[in-house]
Antibody
Framework: EVQLVESGGGLVQPGESLRLSCAVS????????MSWVRQAPGKGLEWVAN????????YYVDSVKGRFTISRDNTKNSLFLQMTSLRADDTAVYYC?????????WGQGALVTVSS | QSLLTQPPSVSGTPGQRVTISCSGS????????VNWYQQLPGTAPKLLIS???QRPSGVPDRFSGSKSGTSASLAISGLQSEDEADYYC???????????FGGGTKLTVL
């Protein structure tokens, strides 16, 4: 059974940092691109970033470039999203998702709240 | 403002056929495959259609996708109450592996 489990969400103040993790099981993690997708409260889905199978290519939505870093550890079947300089408009549920095709499997999401 | 435009809402009665449109441009839909996702209330999204018209295993054949030029559509036939959900289209934008979602369409089954 494919499982993606996000962790690391929480309440932070504007300007602070947070690191999300996604533990994967049920498929060969190292063979797939992976994505992070977020959803602000009451809003639609927004693709955030993705990373190639071996980590050699990474892409970001413009609004997080320079602040967020996607990474992976294929030895631990884990995906990460390091978020810095967080802003109120980063408040959202963050989902990790398997690609090929994009969003073929999703985690349950981790809530990140940025508020003073 | 999303690069992909969907109607905010559509509605239908049980058994009816409804369609949801997704309008883009030559840099996204016009040159890439389109995926569709279903998000039931309070749950994570689920892939419904990939590569314009491919249904993943387990998705009923009541759901179908199509693409023409810079627009795509999701059709749901034999509408059921459990189809009430938010539906999103998505595709790559440009030649890189950068993705964009439509704003989403809320389907109400009357």
């Amino acid at each position: 059974e494919v499982q993606l489990v996000e962790s690391g969400g929480g309440l932070v103040q504007p300007g602070e940092s947070l690191r999300l993790s996604c533990a994967v099981s049920g498929f060969t993690f190292s063979k797939y691109w992976m994505s992070w997708v977020r959803q602000a409260p009451g809003k639609g889905l927004e693709w955030v970033a993705n990373i190639k199978e071996d980590g050699s290519a990474k892409y970001y939505v413009d609004s997080v470039k320079g602040r967020f870093t996607i990474s992976r550890d294929n030895t631990k079947n884990s995906l990460f999203l390091q978020m810095t300089s967080l802003r109120a408009d980063d408040t959202a549920v963050y989902y990790c998702a398997r690609d090929s095709p994009m969003g073929s499997d999703w985690g349950q999401g981790a809530l990140v709240t940025v508020s003073s | 403002q999303s690069l992909l435009t969907q109607p905010p809402s559509v509605s239908g009665t049980p058994g009816q056929r409804v369609t949801i449109s997704c309008s883009g441009s030559s840099s996204n839909i016009g040159s890439n495959f389109v995926n569709w996702y279903q998000q039931l209330p309070g749950t994570a999204p689920k892939l419904l259609i990939s590569n314009n018209n491919q249904r993943p295993s387990g998705v009923p054949d009541r759901f179908s996708g199509s693409k023409s030029g810079t627009s795509a559509s999701l059709a749901i036939s034999g509408l059921q109450s459990e189809d009430e959900a938010d539906y999103y289209c998505a595709t790559r934008d440009g030649s890189l592996n950068i993705w964009v979602f439509g704003g989403g369409t809320k389907l109400t089954v009357l």
